[in-house]
């Protein structure tokens, strides 16, 4: 897989880059954590730039995420779940992977938990399905998307960039990387909420 990967970064470019992504959300066995990584690398070869990988990841990676969204949101939980039971396993979609994606989606709220899901490796295509479900507002969907992915794609990219031909081992670390980025999240957005609180007081 890496070498597909590497053929098509290597001739579609930034095209390449943006559509691999936009397939990672819909056949989970194709992973960012090798193709924005690998990317990167092309960058620092020159190849491409930096800013033009992780714009062409992060659209791609939004735009991907459609395909899950708009037909949950149109066919509804029922017959969604009854398509991936009988389909599922040929995009290598499992029902536990989906009732995971659907409680974080309810535990968190719409836009938050489409954010936040961006930075976890396993649920980032799937929180498409819960929003898609609960009819969350389409623009606020991709805009919580974007920001995700935007920051997943730079911090990959940014990897791949530094390691040069190691780049391959992001994806053997990511998985800590990804809990890593989570915290961080949450604790920039805690301290947004309390420094907002502070400012009202005054």
Known sequence: ??????????????????LLMAIENVFLPLPSELIMP????ASARGHLTLGGVILAGTLGGTLGSLPLYIPARIYGSDRVADWIGRHGKWLMLR???I???HQRFERSGGFW?????????????????????AEMNVVLFLIANFA???????????LGAFLGTNYSKVN????????????VAV???VAWLWHRKRRKRR
């Open 95 to 97: 029902k536990r992977d």
């Open 148 to 158: 995700g992915t935007a920051i997943w794609c730079t911090v990959l990219a940014y």
């Open 38 to 41: 690998l990317a990167g690398f």
């Open 113 to 133: 938990a489409v954010f936040v899901s961006q930075l976890l490796p396993g649920i980032r295509g799937l929180i498409s399905l819960p929003a898609g479900f």
């Open 187 to 189: 604790v920039g957005v």
């Open 1 to 18: 897989m890496l070498e597909w990967i590497a053929h098509w970064v290597a001739a579609g470019g930034y095209w390449g880059v943006g």
């Open 172 to 183: 053997k670390y990511v998985g800590p990387a990804g809990w890593l980025l989570l915290v």
């Open 99 to 101: 009732d995971k994606a």
